[in-house]
């Protein structure tokens, strides 16, 4: 079955890094955007960027441009999120999120993996 | 970026209603709106796609319409399984965006 599977919970010191990583099975890895959406504590959900698997080209939000860095290795059908010079307000869970598809742009966001809570504090 | 606003954030309703939650867009999303679910703890599934299309498995008693920058989902009739938050998301143009999501509590 489709399904993505997330790395386990992280915690990290302000100032630091954390890569998350999101394994894809199931389907053609390089047919489907892999998105990154995060949700702080009792918030909502915030859309940090995309990849495109089969290109490495890359969409982030503004608000992480310089921040963040999403990659792919097709090999073994990951992809991979690093935030940097992390702070106390990044403590949220950190989801993947399989869609569109390259070629029904149309689609939502089908396949969601179980998320990775991610904790920043000294 | 496209904003996105729901309404309400909250809603209190009963098993059997019909409940309907509003998104409301600041530019034009054509149809590529779509309407999450998230329970408690656990990340959101998507219910309909491109404004009115119901995902594979999702009851019939969802649906979706609107164009332009007005769009709703509807609960026919609302299951005890159905109490949770409700998000919608414009896909049309990055950075992608969600609404700020609708509570709907048990009456």
């Known amino acids: 079955q489709v399904q993505l599977v997330q790395s386990g919970a992280e915690v990290k010191k302000p100032g630091a890094s954390v890569k998350v990583s999101c394994k894809a099975s199931?389907?053609?890895?390089?047919?489907?955007?892999i998105n990154w959406v995060r949700q702080a504590p009792g918030q909502g959900l915030e859309w940090l960027g995309r990849?495109?698997?089969?290109?490495?080209?890359?969409d982030y939000a503004q608000k992480f441009q310089g921040r963040v860095t999403m990659t792919r290795d097709t090999s073994v059908t990951t992809a991979y999120m690093e935030l940097r010079s992390l702070r106390s307000d990044d403590t949220a869970v950190y989801y993947c999120?399989?869609?569109?598809?390259?070629?029904?742009?149309?689609?939502?966001?089908?396949?969601w993996g179980p998320g990775t809570t991610v904790t920043v504090s000294s | 970026d496209i904003q996105m606003t729901q309404s309400p954030s909250s809603l209190s309703a009963s098993v059997g209603d019909r409940v309907t939650i509003t998104c409301r867009t600041s530019?034009?999303?054509?149809?590529?709106l779509n309407w999450y679910q998230q329970k408690p703890g656990k990340a959101p599934t998507l219910l309909i796609y491109?404004?009115?299309s119901l995902h594979s498995g999702v009851p019939s008693r969802f649906s979706g319409s609107g164009s332009g920058t007005d769009f709703t989902l509807t609960i026919s009739s609302l299951q005890p399984e159905d109490f949770a938050t409700y998000y919608c998301?414009?896909?049309?143009?990055?950075?992608?965006?969600f609404g700020q999501g609708t509570r709907l509590e048990i009456k």
């Open positions: 998301q414009q896909t049309y143009t990055t950075p992608i965006t």
């Open positions: 990849i495109t698997p089969n290109s490495g080209r890359t």
């Open positions: 199931g389907y053609t890895f390089t047919d489907w955007y």
């Open positions: 530019q034009t999303t054509s149809n590529y």
């Open positions: 999120a399989r869609g569109p598809s390259t070629i029904r742009l149309w689609d939502g966001m089908d396949v």
């Open positions: 491109a404004t009115s």
